[in-house]
C-alpha cells in the first residue's frame, strides 16, 4: 500500500527511451489528455514540483516529437500513435483496465497513481456502504418513508463479517480501514497478504473465505483473469441475504447472475458503483431494485496536489535513466 509520502525503491527502466528518450536527463514535453480530470489545476500542481516543465494540453500538442510523458485517463484508440519519442506514461487513475491490450500502447513504462487522496476517498465510500448496511440504514429509510418508529436492534461490529475481494494498494487499505472502525475483516486475493487485523487468505481459499461473509466488498482489478469472476457461485458461496459493494469495475461481475441474487435474496442488497455499461441504461434493471443503490463511479477519483508529487517522482526518475512509481504490467492488466 502507497500513501503520499511513499517512495519506492528505483528500478532499472524496463520501457524504451527513444531517439531523443529520458537518458538525456531532462523531462521533456508532458501531454495531457482527460475528460473527467482539469488540466488547469494539473498544469499548476505539476508546475509547483517541477518548475520548468513543458506542460501540454491536448488537442494542443505543438510538435508531437517532443512529447516524452503522456499523462491521460481513457485516451481514445490509436491515441498514442503520434508520439514517437515517449519515455513514461502515467495512467490519471488507478485502474489500468482501459490502456491494457490496446495495439497502439508504447512499449515504454506504464505508472499508475496511488495517491492518499484517492486512498482516503476510497476508503470513506466502502466505509460508508458497509456500514450502512451494518447500521441497518435502508431499513430506516424505508420505515420513515411509512413513518414507522421500526427498532431494530444493533449488532455489535465485531460480529459483523466482512469481506474484501483484491487486496491491492486500494483494496488493502479498505481492509484495514474496516478492521479499524471495529468489523471482523477477512480478505481474499490470488497470494497471501498480511495486513495487520484482517484475516487473509488466497487463491483455492476462496470458497472458505466467502463461505460466512456477510457484506463483500469487490476491490479486484479488471484484468482477463477476474473478468466476470463474480458471479453465480460466489453469490451462492455466500450466506443468504448476505450484502455486495462493488467499488472496482463492473466488467468483474456477472450482471445478470447479480440481478437475480438480489431477486432471489440470496444477495440481501448491493451498493453497485461500477457497471458493465456506463452511464448505466435507463432499462437496467439496478434501477428499479429497491436493495439496490446505485452511484456513478466516484467511490475514487485522482486527487491532483496528492499525486502530482509521485507523477513529478517519476519524470524525474525516468529522465534520470531510472523506474517511475507505480509500476503497472499492462500484460498482466494491472
Ligand atoms: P492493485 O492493482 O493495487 O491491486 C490489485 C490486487 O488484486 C493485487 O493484490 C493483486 O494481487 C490482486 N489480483 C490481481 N489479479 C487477481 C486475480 N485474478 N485473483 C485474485 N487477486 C488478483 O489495485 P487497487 O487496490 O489499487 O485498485 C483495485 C481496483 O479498484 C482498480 O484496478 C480499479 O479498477 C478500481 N478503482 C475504482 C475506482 C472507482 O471510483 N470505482 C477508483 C479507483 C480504483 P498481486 O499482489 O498478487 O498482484
Known amino acids: 500500500m502507497h500513501d503520499e509520502t511513499a517512495v519506492e525503491p528505483t528500478a532499472p527502466c524496463e520501457?524504451?527511451?527513444?531517439?531523443?528518450?529520458?537518458?538525456?536527463?531532462?523531462?521533456?514535453?508532458?501531454?495531457?489528455?482527460?475528460?473527467?480530470?482539469?488540466?488547469?489545476?494539473?498544469?499548476?500542481?505539476?508546475?509547483?514540483?517541477?518548475?520548468?516543465?513543458?506542460?501540454?494540453?491536448?488537442?494542443?500538442?505543438?510538435?508531437?516529437?517532443?512529447?516524452?510523458?503522456?499523462?491521460?485517463?481513457?485516451?481514445?484508440?490509436?491515441?498514442?500513435?503520434?508520439?514517437?519519442?515517449?519515455?513514461?506514461?502515467?495512467?490519471?487513475?488507478?485502474?489500468i483496465d482501459s490502456l491494457a491490450g490496446r495495439a497502439d500502447l508504447p512499449d515504454v513504462p506504464i505508472s499508475r497513481l496511488s495517491d492518499s487522496g484517492m486512498i482516503a476517498l476510497m476508503r470513506s465510500y466502502v466505509l460508508f456502504s458497509v456500514i450502512r448496511y451494518a447500521r441497518?440504514?435502508?431499513d430506516f429509510e424505508a420505515a420513515m418513508r411509512v413513518k414507522e418508529w421500526r427498532y431494530i436492534h444493533p449488532t455489535p461490529l465485531h460480529r459483523i463479517k466482512v469481506g474484501v475481494m483484491g487486496l491491492g494498494h486500494l483494496g488493502a487499505a479498505v481492509a484495514s480501514s474496516l478492521a479499524q472502525a471495529g468489523f471482523d475483516v477477512r480478505g481474499w486475493d490470488q497470494a497471501k497478504k498480511a495486513i495487520p487485523g484482517v484475516n487473509c487468505h488466497s487463491g483455492a481459499e476462496?470458497?472458505?473465505?466467502?463461505?460466512?461473509?456477510?457484506?463483500?466488498?469487490?476491490?479486484?482489478?479488471?484484468?482477463?483473469?477476474?473478468?466476470?469472476?463474480?458471479?453465480?457461485?460466489?453469490?451462492?458461496?455466500?450466506?443468504?441475504?448476505?450484502?455486495f459493494v462493488n467499488a472496482s469495475r463492473g466488467l468483474i461481475v456477472d450482471e445478470p447472475a447479480l440481478v437475480e441474487a438480489l431477486r432471489t435474496g440470496q444477495i440481501g442488497a448491493a451498493t453497485l458503483d461500477v457497471f458493465w455499461t456506463e452511464p448505466l441504461p435507463a432499462e437496467h434493471p439496478f434501477w428499479a431494485m429497491e436493495n439496490v443503490l446505485i452511484t456513478p463511479h466516484l467511490a475514487s477519483i485522482t486527487v491532483p496536489e496528492a499525486a502530482a508529487r509521485d507523477v513529478a517522482e517519476s519524470i524525474r526518475r525516468v529522465a534520470a535513466g531510472q523506474g517511475p512509481l507505480h509500476l503497472t504490467e499492462p500484460q498482466r492488466g494491472y
Not at 35 to 62: C, H, I, N, Q, T
Open 15 to 95: 520501457g524504451g527511451t527513444g531517439p531523443a528518450g529520458g537518458r538525456s536527463g531532462k523531462p521533456g514535453a508532458v501531454l495531457f489528455y482527460s475528460k473527467f480530470d482539469d488540466p488547469v489545476e494539473w498544469g499548476a500542481v505539476l508546475k509547483s514540483e517541477l518548475p520548468d516543465l513543458d506542460f501540454r494540453v491536448y488537442p494542443d500538442v505543438g510538435d508531437a516529437d517532443e512529447i516524452r510523458t503522456v499523462l491521460a485517463w481513457q485516451p481514445p484508440p490509436g491515441f498514442f500513435e503520434p508520439y514517437r519519442n515517449l519515455t513514461l506514461v502515467v495512467n490519471l487513475g488507478a485502474g
Open 136 to 138: 441497518n440504514i435502508p
Open 206 to 243: 476462496l470458497a472458505s473465505f466467502l463461505s460466512d461473509v456477510e457484506i463483500l466488498v469487490n476491490m479486484l482489478p479488471l484484468t482477463p483473469s477476474t473478468r466476470g469472476m463474480i458471479g453465480r457461485e460466489v453469490f451462492e458461496a455466500v450466506p443468504r441475504g448476505a450484502k
